[in-house]
């Protein structure tokens, strides 16, 4: 499966935004689908992720409640919605897909597959 990440741009703070994920060459639903993000001179970092067949989603503490992955599967597609965007937020974000378990879901390298990365900037 390869992916394409888009959606990225420049915002304010408090703007919403949403990028999304699709997928061509196989079923992004058979995929765990993960978004991490890299800040400038930081180090890459977990966002969330959407585990399959309805098992939920997670996300790292800074995210909860602003942001929220789903799918669209008619579209073979995954978007993370983000919302209350803050200067903290900005970074490339890149989706992946793989296989991992639900406790090893925010581990960058249980994916096998990754989309080049979509910018947020986030202005104050």
């Known amino acids: 499966v390869q992916l394409q990440a888009s959606g990225g741009g420049l915002v304010q703070a408090g703007d919403s935004l949403r990028l999304s994920c699709a997928a061509s060459?196989?079923?992004?639903?058979?995929?765990?689908v993960a978004w991490f993000r890299q800040a400038p001179k930081k180090e890459r970092e977990f966002v969330g992720a959407?585990?399959?067949?309805?098992?939920?989603?997670q996300y790292e503490d800074s995210v909860k409640g602003r942001f929220t992955i789903s799918r669209d599967n008619a579209k073979n597609t995954v978007h993370l919605q983000m919302r209350g965007l803050t200067p903290e937020d900005t970074a490339v974000y890149h989706c992946?897909?793989?296989?991992?378990?639900?406790?090893?879901?925010?581990?960058?390298?249980?994916?096998?597959?990754w989309g080049q990365g979509t910018l947020v900037t986030v202005s104050s």
């Open positions: 959407i585990m399959r067949w309805g098992a939920g989603e």
């Open positions: 060459g196989g079923r992004l639903s058979a995929y765990v």
């Open positions: 992946a897909a793989g296989t991992p378990a639900f406790s090893a879901a925010a581990a960058s390298r249980m994916y096998n597959t």
